[in-house]
């Protein structure tokens, strides 16, 4: 069985920064994407951040792009999310998530997901 465990929320200073981590155990298919998404309250959920199977390519949300980075140790055990700069809307419950074996990670394709952490930027 798979589970996911998201740690590293919190809140913050628009500004300031923060590292979430995920913690993965169970099988994974090895072509499955990982990623994080996120949603704000009142909002849908979206996806932040994807890191690829292959060659561990990454894509990210418009409104992270040069903020955001997203990565996994070597045994894929953990996936991370470094935030930078952080804004007020960032404000949001942030999901870890798989993709599946074909390696989709749009949100109609997710298989597993985490309980999600919270993140809170004041400003």
């Known amino acids: 069985q798979v589970q996911l465990v998201e740690s590293g929320g919190g809140s913050v200073q628009a500004g300031g920064s923060l590292r979430l981590s995920c913690a993965v155990s169970g099988y994974i298919d090895g072509r499955a994407c990982m990623g994080w998404f996120r949603q704000a309250p009142g909002k849908g959920r979206e996806g932040v951040a994807i890191?690829?199977?292959?060659?561990?390519?990454?894509s990210y949300g418009n409104s992270v792009k040069g903020r955001f980075t997203i990565s996994q140790d070597s045994a894929k055990n953990t996936l991370y999310l470094q935030m930078n700069s952080l804004k007020p809307d960032d404000t949001a419950i942030y999901y870890c998530?798989?993709?599946?074996?074909?390696?989709?990670?749009?949100?109609?394709?997710?298989?597993?997901w985490g309980q999600g952490t919270q993140v809170t930027v004041s400003s």
């Open positions: 890191i690829y199977a292959n060659g561990g390519r990454t």
């Open positions: 998530a798989t993709g599946d074996r074909f390696g989709r990670c749009g949100l109609a394709y997710i298989t597993y």
